[in-house]
T-cell receptor, first 113, second 114 residues
Framework: DVKVTQSSRYLVKRTGEKVFLECVQDMDHENMFWYRQDPGLGLRLIYFSYDVKMKEKGDIPEGYSVSREKKERFSLILESASTNQTSMYLC????????????FGSGTRLTVV | GNSVTQMEGPVTLSEEAFLTINCTYTATGYPSLFWYVQYPGEGLQLLLKATKADDKGSNKGFEATYRKETTSFHLEKGSVQVSDSAVYFCALTSFEGGGNKLTFGTGTQLKVEL
């Protein structure tokens, strides 16, 4: 069964810390995505990548960066965590082609205190 | 650009009731359409999809038909169970609209009571 694995289900970090959220997929998908999900705001795209070392800003990239050094791994970095980045973070991947949907990871619930 | 509109929730039903969650879309070209389900504390799971007009996607008793003439992809189930309580997201992707990304609706929460 194909999988997208997020390294942590729950994470608590302090304000100002640098935070790394890791996502690994085993499906050889070209495209990978990071979303955050907040009550009443739906899914908001932070960054995505369509190839190794390539990245594109989504709708809310401020305060975040990403890294994709290998095809299977896409990391989200919070440069200096703030309380307004407390959220559920969802990673997803998909192959090229409009007929394919996303495969999502289980999510990381990040709390910044 | 692409957009997806879902009915507002929460939708509250009794067990064994009929379910419809409306979804309409705006898209360039010929989009593929998807329904995702999210159970509490989990990521989203693909429920069903349809890739061309008049296709019907189905899974776990849920169905949705791709209606190009009404730009709709309504989710239906004949008899819901308590275990169907979740948030349901309609989504689309198309080459013309930037095929790398999915466009999601805001989600509709379903609550099923005994």
């Amino acid at each position: 069964d194909v999988k997208v694995t997020q390294s942590s289900r729950y994470l608590v970090k302090r304000t100002g810390e640098k935070v790394f959220l890791e996502c690994v997929q085993d499906m050889d998908h070209e495209n990978m995505f990071w979303y955050r999900q907040d009550p009443g705001l739906g899914l908001r795209l932070i960054y995505f990548s369509y190839d190794v070392k390539m990245k594109e800003k989504g709708d809310i990239p401020e305060g975040y960066s990403v890294s994709r050094e290998k095809k299977e791994r896409f990391s989200l970095i919070l440069e200096s965590a703030s309380t307004n980045q407390t959220s559920m973070y969802l990673c997803a991947s998909r192959p090229h082609g409009a007929k394919y949907g996303y495969t999502f990871g289980s999510g990381t619930r990040l709390t910044v205190v | 650009g692409n957009s997806v509109t879902q009915m507002e929730g929460p939708v509250t039903l009794s067990e064994e009731a009929f379910l419809t969650i409306n979804c309409t879309y705006t898209a360039t070209g010929y989009p593929s359409l998807f329904w995702y389900v999210q159970y509490p504390g989990e990521g989203l799971q693909l429920l069903l999809k349809a890739t061309k007009a008049d296709d019907k996607g189905s899974n776990k008793g849920f169905e949705a038909t791709y209606r190009k003439e009404t730009t709709s992809f309504h989710l239906e189930k004949g008899s819901v169970q308590v275990s169907d309580s979740a948030v349901y997201f309609c989504a689309l992707t198309s080459f013309e609209g930037g095929g790398n990304k999915l466009t999601f609706g805001t989600g509709t929460q379903l609550k099923v009571e005994l």
